[in-house]
């Protein structure tokens, strides 16, 4: 994965001109004045570890998975949010830990666990390093230093219940690597976040994440019916039913707590019979208010698809459900025609997977076309399903050309769903003067829907700051707002002070018990989700 970027770097690739073009003529984005540094210019601070300690740690899991190199550092600095990438492409690895530990085993995690929170070494769990939410930079202010805890030698698929429909892995499998492993039994986890290629189900977990087919797979935290959580007070082990009336359920204290209250050393995950048919396809409605209605008639009456993502006027306009056609000719951005990427309107994308796809699409096909929606056909759902994993490189691209580009998240109730999107479009406005603004429903509900933003203005002479300013000013827009501060990003460091007014002072008095007894030490990621005293 590429240290400053996203992804292959072999896939990565310049703008078009037509494109440079339009944000030049359009936003008036200009080349930034200096080039992106290369791995060997990032500067990095001395490592603080001393050798006994260092020592200590090879003594738990073996000299040659304790790395204190340039190159392993770099690559365990911060994960691949906007500011994430916009540092490192400056050459700034201030952030970096004094050293990179991969333990092979739970037994060996709970030893180094329990060595550093006796020598005061802060700890950050290192899955595929995706976080997008300032997840992965610890506050070392107090520590002896930093590890990164990298978790990809704990990778193997446990077992397989078929039964009862449950597999154990370890936490460092990546995503592409259990569905291979499943697929060849005839199974799948059916989680396809835009992270699905370089994360790890540890990570998926940690951060409660969401894929693109939760309309019909569910969350991860939907998946989890069991886990083992090694900790410095002790190990936790999770999950003996599929249910259970035994008090509070304290998986969900574990899924979403991003590495502050242990290390996730095991999954016990629910996994579904491979789908033998799939069937994308797209719809056009007359605008944005007509669309969610179509959206939430399905999410509330069914049939639900497997898929399911609405995109507004502006997104439908760029074609960003199409990252890969992006100024690629007739069809890109701003491309006319209702079925190209482009065009007028708003884009639906619905996909079936699975058993009685025919019936499921006729009866949810009706539902669309009752409130308005007009069939463009497979098309535009193929090409959705084909550059679904694309658009972090198009991010890279557009950073490159001396735009700003950054996502975030948001989710409400159905009914103040049109005060939420208002909320946030006029914050981004408000901060950043003319950006574009481009929005879509990711994933739904009975009860709500979240709303996914893309954010696109030129740099300006310090870009990080210039997105910390429009941040601040849209977390609290949301907040006003009553929408959540995030629906399935996490909340790391960015989000810290929005979940602290989120949850309110009992709560977060109980996350910073349960810190306190779990990591009493604090060496788990500190800084990390735990709104501060």
């Given at each position: 994965m590429?240290w400053?970027?996203?992804?292959d770097?072999?896939?990565?690739?310049e703008?078009?001109?037509?494109?440079?073009?339009?944000?030049?003529?359009?936003?008036?984005?200009?080349?930034?004045?200096?080039?992106?540094?290369?791995?060997?210019?990032?500067?990095?601070?001395?490592?603080?570890l001393?050798?006994?300690?260092?020592?200590?740690?090879?003594?738990?899991?073996?000299?040659?998975?304790v790395?204190?190199?340039?190159?392993?550092?770099v690559r365990?600095?911060?994960?691949?949010?906007?500011?994430?990438?916009?540092r490192?492409?400056?050459?700034?690895?201030?952030?970096?830990p004094d050293?990179?530990?991969?333990?092979?085993?739970h037994?060996?995690?709970?030893?180094?666990?329990?060595?550093?929170?006796?020598?005061?070494?802060?700890?950050?769990?290192?899955?595929?390093?995706?976080?997008?939410?300032?997840?992965?930079?610890?506050?070392?202010?107090?520590?002896?230093?930093?590890?990164?805890?990298d978790?990809?030698?704990?990778?193997?698929?446990?077992?397989?219940d078929?039964?009862?429909?449950?597999?154990?892995?370890?936490?460092?499998?990546?995503?592409?690597?259990?569905?291979?492993?499943?697929?060849?039994?005839?199974?799948?986890l059916?989680h396809?976040?835009?992270?699905?290629?370089?994360?790890?189900?540890?990570?998926?977990?940690?951060?409660?994440?969401?894929?693109?087919?939760?309309?019909?797979?569910?969350?991860?935290?939907?998946?989890v019916?069991?886990?083992?959580?090694?900790?410095?007070?002790?190990?936790?082990?999770?999950?003996?039913?599929?249910?259970?009336?035994?008090?509070?359920?304290?998986?969900?204290?574990?899924?979403?707590?991003?590495?502050?209250?242990?290390?996730?050393?095991?999954?016990?995950?629910r996994?579904?019979?491979a789908?033998?048919?799939r069937?994308?396809?797209?719809?056009?409605?007359?605008?944005?208010?007509?669309?969610?209605?179509?959206?939430?008639?399905?999410?509330?009456?069914?049939?639900?698809?497997t898929?399911?993502?609405?995109?507004?006027?502006t997104?439908?306009?760029?074609?960003?459900?199409?990252p890969?056609?992006?100024?690629?000719?007739?069809?890109?951005?701003?491309?006319?025609?209702?079925?190209?990427?482009?065009?007028?309107?708003?884009?639906?994308?619905?996909?079936y997977?699975?058993?009685?796809?025919?019936?499921?699409?006729?009866?949810?096909?009706?539902?669309?076309?009752?409130l308005?929606?007009e069939?463009?056909g497979p098309?535009?759902?193929?090409?959705?399903?084909?550059?679904?994993?694309s658009?972090?490189?198009?991010?890279?691209?557009?950073?490159?050309?001396?735009?700003?580009?950054?996502?975030?998240e948001?989710?409400g109730?159905?009914?103040?769903?049109p005060?939420?999107?208002?909320?946030?479009?006029?914050?981004?406005?408000?901060?950043?003067?003319?950006p574009l603004?481009?929005c879509?429903?990711?994933?739904?509900?009975?009860?709500?829907?979240?709303?996914?933003?893309?954010?696109v203005?030129?740099?300006?002479a310090?870009?990080?700051?210039?997105?910390?300013?429009?941040k601040?000013?849209?977390?609290a827009?949301?907040?006003?707002?009553?929408?959540?501060i995030?629906?399935?990003?996490?909340?790391?460091?960015?989000?810290?002070?929005?979940?602290a007014?989120e949850?309110?002072p009992v709560g977060?008095?109980i996350?910073?018990?349960?810190?306190?007894?779990?990591?009493?030490?604090?060496?788990?990621?500190?800084?990390?989700?735990?709104?501060?005293?």
């Amino acid at each position: 994965m590429s240290w400053s970027g996203w992804g292959d770097p072999a896939r990565a690739r310049e703008l078009p001109e037509p494109v440079r073009a339009l944000l030049r003529d359009l936003l008036g984005v200009r080349a930034p004045g200096t080039p992106a540094a290369t791995l060997e210019e990032v500067v990095l601070p001395a490592v603080t570890l001393p050798e006994p300690l260092l020592g200590a740690l090879a003594g738990v899991v073996g000299a040659e998975h304790v790395l204190t190199g340039h190159e392993a550092r770099v690559r365990h600095t911060r994960g691949k949010s906007t500011p994430d990438l916009l540092r490192m492409r400056a050459g700034d690895g201030s952030a970096a830990p004094d050293a990179v530990v991969l333990p092979g085993s739970h037994e060996e995690v709970a030893e180094l666990l329990e060595l550093c929170s006796r020598e005061r070494v802060a700890v950050v769990p290192f899955g595929g390093g995706t976080s997008v939410v300032g997840g992965l930079a610890a506050d070392r202010s107090g520590f002896a230093g930093v590890v990164a805890l990298d978790l990809r030698r704990l990778g193997r698929l446990l077992f397989v219940d078929e039964e009862s429909m449950v597999a154990g892995f370890e936490p460092g499998a990546r995503a592409p690597e259990a569905e291979r492993l499943l697929a060849a039994r005839g199974l799948t986890l059916g989680h396809f976040p835009q992270s699905f290629e370089y994360a790890t189900l540890g990570g998926f977990a940690a951060a409660r994440s969401s894929g693109q087919a939760s309309a019909g797979y569910g969350r991860f935290d939907d998946l989890v019916v069991g886990l083992t959580l090694a900790t410095p007070s002790g190990t936790l082990e999770l999950g003996r039913a599929p249910k259970s009336a035994a008090g509070p359920d304290l998986r969900q204290l574990v899924l979403g707590s991003e590495g502050a209250f242990g290390v996730i050393t095991s999954l016990r995950l629910r996994v579904r019979r491979a789908p033998g048919e799939r069937r994308y396809e797209g719809w056009r409605f007359a605008s944005f208010a007509e669309g969610s209605a179509a959206v939430r008639a399905l999410a509330q009456e069914g049939p639900l698809p497997t898929v399911l993502r609405l995109s507004d006027e502006t997104e439908t306009m760029i074609g960003l459900a199409k990252p890969d056609e992006i100024g690629a000719g007739p069809g890109g951005a701003g491309g006319s025609g209702s079925g190209g990427a482009g065009g007028s309107g708003c884009l639906l994308i619905a996909g079936y997977e699975g058993a009685r796809v025919a019936s499921r699409h006729a009866a949810a096909s009706a539902v669309l076309a009752r409130l308005g929606g007009e069939p463009l056909g497979p098309e535009p759902g193929e090409a959705w399903e084909h550059g679904r994993f694309s658009a972090p490189y198009l991010r890279d691209s557009l950073l490159a050309a001396g735009a700003t580009v950054e996502t975030l998240e948001t989710a409400g109730f159905w009914a103040n769903l049109p005060r939420l999107y208002d909320a946030v479009r006029l914050a981004l406005l408000g901060a950043l003067g003319s950006p574009l603004v481009m929005c879509h429903i990711s994933h739904v509900y009975e009860t709500g829907a979240s709303l996914y933003f893309t954010v696109v203005t030129p740099q300006d002479a310090d870009p990080v700051a210039q997105w910390e300013r429009a941040k601040t000013a849209v977390s609290a827009a949301i907040v006003a707002a009553g929408g959540t501060i995030t629906h399935h990003h996490g909340v790391g460091r960015d989000h810290l002070d929005a979940y602290a007014s989120e949850i309110g002072p009992v709560g977060a008095g109980i996350l910073r018990a349960v810190k306190a007894e779990l990591d009493p030490a604090g060496i788990l990621n500190p800084g990390v989700l735990v709104p501060r005293d």
